[in-house]
């Protein structure tokens, strides 16, 4: 079996594998040589890739930065991996290159909102929020932004038992769709949120789900903030 054989193998497999398996789908595509198909491929995943915890095997198979390639999805990866690594600024600024890139994204804008919330940059947050609340037409990212909402709301309101409804809710959806990262960071706010309000038995519940889910995924920050 010749080489142009080898290839043609890689782009069947990857073909097969490009609506059901990411990393299989980029990995054949990269070993046959069309990493322009690879790219294609995480770029049209990036929103479950992230919602996993996933965004680590990606390195692999991005452009480097000699090939010139921008795209906001590949920003969004690389900004989730560099706030896993602990370089907050890195991540910021890769987040905020990826709405630049695609203004009206919405993995860039809701990436950028969560990065600004777990920073303090509360306005930021609440405004990418409230847009993608009545922009966006992804269900999943619409519930996200709304979330985000009724956190930052608390600290204004102090209605803490109408944002835990809204992130129960969340996460209930979250773990029936498979989205363990999106999970556990949800977790993780409605430990915060229990702990606040008094109820020690719940929040620990919520923290220790957050830690389980946080630590099959990015086992970042997240993780560290939970304990």
């Known amino acids: 079996i010749g080489a142009a054989s080898v290839r043609a193998l890689h782009e069947r497999v990857g073909r097969y594998a490009e609506r059901s398996d990411w990393r299989t789908a980029a990995h054949h595509y ?24 996933e965004y680590s095997l990606t390195e692999a198979y991005l452009p480097n930065a000699d090939e010139g390639v921008e795209r906001a999805s ?15 600024a890195g991540a910021l600024k890769r987040a905020r290159r990826a709405v630049e890139l695609e203004p009206t994204s919405s993995i860039a804008l809701i990436n950028l909102a969560s990065l600004a919330y777990n920073v303090g940059e509360f306005d930021l947050s609440m405004d990418l929020s409230r847009r993608l609340a009545t922009t966006t037409t992804d269900p999943s ?37 498979g989205e363990t990262h999106f999970a556990g960071v949800t ?41």
């Open 30 to 53: 990269s070993m046959a040589g069309d990493r322009a198909r690879a790219y294609e491929v995480i770029d049209g995943a990036a929103q479950d890739i992230v919602a996993k915890g």
């Open 141 to 177: 990212i619409r519930a996200i932004a709304e979330a985000f909402v009724a956190l930052i709301e608390t600290s204004v309101d102090g209605n803490l038992a109408a944002a835990i409804d809204v992130l129960v809710r969340l996460a209930t959806a979250q773990m029936q769709s």
């Open 74 to 88: 590949f920003e969004v990866l690389r900004s989730r991996r560099e706030f896993k690594q602990g370089d907050v």
């Open 187 to 227: 977790y993780l706010n409605l430990a915060n949120l229990l702990r606040a309000q008094g109820d020690s038995v719940r929040s620990l519940e919520a923290a220790d789900e957050a830690i389980d889910l946080l630590e099959s995924s990015s086992a970042g920050p997240e993780v560290a903030s939970a304990l």
